[in-house]
């Protein structure tokens, strides 16, 4: 009986070669699947037309949209997670990626699962970390194990008559919280980005010409309305990638560090996350004591440098989720940013859980005994004092 291999599939040149590459190099029956993200119902059909052309011996095609959004965006946005400036969206969304296709693999009676990822990039690490900790599968990775290059891809792919387009000269991931962008000329930091990689904002030129202010309400760390609507947290970063997009807001082009070492420049455009999550830490900086914001910085770099290394299935992981939920329970309120031009700024902060006190900051307060600081005054910064006194 001949093994059963599930394929997680693009319908792109990668995966598409893979498909008959696992049934004539490894001698397996291939399961394609394809989970939704985010990427749009456009990809999703390509992909399922794409598999169905190939002929493989089943496609899945796997809507994880609203799990995406409330299970890992959700806590990305409590974390404020950010890897080397900027939000994480790629990354978040492989570990569910990888959980689906086990699920289907498991459901197939597959002996293993099988990606596209090459030797060079993050994804071998964030598919694979979690296929070994949450299943007993095996991994096949053809195009990494076979050494083969895109042009070798593309003369194979030829040579077994797969229709493949290839207008798109980048290598595009896509999905509710963000697009990242490689590949062609990208790939020399000498060369300045062409404006028609960008999809989901707006140049600083064709940006809206006035300024505009958004209402963001949260429960618990968690986006629950914009401009005074509630709706679930998919549609509200929907709502956020529109409107922080036409405002040129959530570019970023950034020299990455890859976990292989290797230094790859990377475009990003994550405008509804570029317009949450300062809109979510203007909030923290409301509700949360000093050394709470301290270990939330803190807190933040290392969950987005665990969600980037493929280690989403680390104890530390859900130890920091359990501290953020924590803390959350009082980052509830109301923020108002101010978009213009690629610029965004907290204008408007509100919040039961509030720690600023107007009665006790303004200038006009009377019930503060002001000379009663003079003691706290002589005795802070004694040692340092005392060491500069030594000096002199």
């Not at 994480?88 to 570990?95: E, F, G, H, I, K």
């Not at 509200?236 to 570019?251: C, D, Q, T, V």
């Not at 009377?366 to 600081?373: C, G």
Request: charged share 30%; with cysteine.
């Amino acid at each position: 009986m001949t093994d059963k291999v599930v394929l997680a599939f693009s319908g792109g040149l990668d995966t598409s070669v893979c498909v008959k590459l696992l049934e004539e190099k490894y001698d397996v029956e291939v399961i394609t699947a394809c989970v939704d993200v985010g990427q749009g119902e456009e990809e999703m059909e390509k992909a399922k037309t794409m598999a169905s052309k190939i002929g493989g011996l089943k496609h899945y095609n796997i809507d994880a949209k609203e799990e995406f959004a409330n299970e890992y965006i959700a806590r990305g946005i409590k974390a404020n997670a950010e890897y080397e400036g900027y939000p994480l969206s790629t990354a978040l969304a492989r570990p569910l990626i990888a959980k689906k296709i086990i699920e289907v693999a498991e459901k197939e009676g597959a002996t293993a699962i099988a990606h596209g990822c090459t030797g060079k990039g993050n994804d071998q690490f964030r598919f694979e970390a979690v296929i070994l900790a949450m299943s007993d599968l095996d991994i096949i990775a053809p195009i990494r194990e076979m050494n083969l290059t895109r042009t070798e891809e593309k003369e194979y792919a030829e040579s077994k008559g797969i229709e493949l387009s290839y207008d798109k000269i980048y290598s595009i991931d896509e999905n509710l919280w963000g697009r990242a962008i490689e590949g062609d000329v990208l790939e020399d930091p000498a060369n300045e980005p062409p404006e028609d990689i960008y999809e989901w904002t707006a140049s600083w030129q064709d940006a809206k010409d006035e300024p505009e202010k958004v209402s963001i309400e949260f429960e618990e760390g968690v986006p629950v309305a914009i401009n005074g609507e509630m709706m679930p947290l998919i549609d509200i970063i929907k709502k956020a990638n529109e409107i922080a997009g036409a405002h040129g807001i959530g570019r970023v082009d950034t020299i990455e560090n890859r976990m292989i070492g290797l230094k790859s420049r990377e475009i990003y455009e994550t405008p509804g996350a570029k317009l949450l999550i300062p809109a979510h830490q203007a909030l923290e900086e409301l509700v949360l004591t000093t050394d709470e914001l301290r270990f939330a910085e803190y807190m933040s770099t290392l969950y987005a440098d665990l969600v980037y290394r493929a280690l989403w299935q680390e104890p530390l992981r859900e130890d920091l989720d359990q501290a953020i939920d924590k803390m959350q329970e009082r980052v509830s309120g109301e923020v108002v940013m101010k978009i213009f031009k690629g610029s965004i700024q907290p204008i408007v902060r509100k919040s039961p859980f509030s720690l600023h006190s107007i009665e006790q900051i303004t200038f006009e307060d009377k019930e503060t005994e002001q000379s009663e600081v003079e003691g706290m005054i002589k005795y802070h910064g004694l040692q340092a004092a005392n060491y500069q006194k030594l000096n002199r």
